[in-house]
Nanobody, 125 residues
């Protein structure tokens, strides 16, 4: 069973940047569509960004377009989320997820079968 290990979260001031990483152990995930989700206090999981397993097409939530960039390095079994111009509203626990079912980026958490443990991002005003 592949495990996803996340890192890169922390405390940052508004306008700052963070780079989140999600590394897979056990097997490669080049055939997986990957996604980043976040959960703010009192909120449900929110789709943030995704990258497809075919052609590596990307898709972003409107709230992060132009600020966040998702990428993947299949040789390293790692997916990244570069987060720039961070806002207090970005504060959340961020989790990466893998889907072996979706050819394209999927906004539904239900279609991802592997999840990381989560890394907390806190953006101060």
């Amino acid at each position: 069973q592949v495990q996803l290990v996340e890192s890169g979260g922390g405390l940052v001031q508004a306008g700052g940047s963070l780079r989140l990483s999600c590394a897979a152990s056990g097997r490669t995930f080049g055939s997986y569509t990957m996604g980043w989700f976040r959960q703010a206090p009192g909120k449900e999981h929110e789709f943030v960004a995704g990258i497809s397993r075919i052609s590596s097409n990307t898709y972003y939530a409107n709230s992060v377009k132009g600020r966040f960039t998702i990428s993947r390095d299949n040789a390293k079994n790692t997916v990244y989320l570069q987060m720039n111009s961070l806002k207090p509203e970005d504060t959340a626990v961020y989790r990466c997820a893998a889907s072996r079912y979706s050819d394209y980026v999927d906004l539904s958490p239900n279609n991802y079968h592997l999840w990381g443990q989560g890394t907390k991002v806190t953006v101060s005003s």
